[in-house]
T-cell receptor
């Protein structure tokens, strides 16, 4: 099955700075990855996904990079705002062909005003 | 976007009682719903996969007789925690998806905080 993990449990940044959250995965057969944002006491909120045949995808203020060679992906948030403070999870399919997700351990992003 | 609701949002019960949590897809028909559990400061862990009209598939280590799942319609799945104990206190989150939907088409509910006294 998939194993997805994060390098940093907590990331503190200044408002306006860029944030980078990292994630490693083990299953090279995963055909997509997803980043979620979870605020305290709420369910995960979809941010962006990336297919395994891509190495970069951009959204509004967010960019996800995928490096299949080292099985690593990252989420970059530009001009971080206080509202970005939350826990961020990377996730991938639990097994090939399954829709169920396995989640990384999460990174708490704290934005200092 | 598609909306998934959960009810109740939080529940406190006594040890030994049963608690039912509902997960509803409000504006779409969900062929599959998933139930996750999240302990404080930890990640989400899949408990079971629920397909409409069929028995749920439980992950290893999850007691199917303790966590009863019913997916009677395309818009409703229920999780019943039977004979709850304090160690069952957790944040239970469901997600719903459509057949052949993409990665961005798994929609999560707001979660249910269960506290067992």
């Amino acid at each position: 099955g998939e194993s997805v993990g994060l390098h940093l449990p907590t990331l503190s940044v200044q408002e306006g700075d860029n944030s980078i959250i990292n994630c490693a995965y083990s299953n090279s057969a995963s055909d997509y990855f997803i980043w979620y944002k979870q605020e305290s006491g709420k369910g995960p909120q979809f941010i962006i996904d990336i297919r395994s045949n891509m190495d970069k995808r951009q959204g509004q203020r967010v960019t996800v990079l995928l490096n299949k060679t080292v099985k690593h992906l990252s989420l970059q948030i530009a001009a971080t705002q206080p509202g970005d403070s939350a826990v961020y999870f990377c996730a991938g399919p639990m097994d090939t062909g399954r829709r169920a997700l396995t989640f990384g351990s999460g990174t708490r992003l704290q934005v200092q005003p | 976007g598609a909306v998934v609701s959960q009810h109740p949002s939080r529940v406190i019960c006594k040890s030994g009682t049963s608690v039912k949590i509902e997960c509803r897809s409000l504006d779409f028909q969900a062929t599959t719903m998933f139930w996750y559990r999240q302990f404080p400061k930890q990640s989400l862990m899949l408990m079971a996969t629920s397909n409409e009209g069929s028995k749920a598939t439980y992950e290893q280590g999850v007691e199917k007789d303790k966590f009863l799942i019913n997916h009677a319609s395309l818009t409703l799945s229920t999780l019943t925690v039977t004979s709850a104990h304090p160690e069952d206190s957790s944040f239970y989150i469901c997600s719903a998806t459509v057949l052949a939907g993409g990665p961005n088409e798994q929609f999560f509910g707001p979660g249910t905080r269960l506290t067992v006294l």
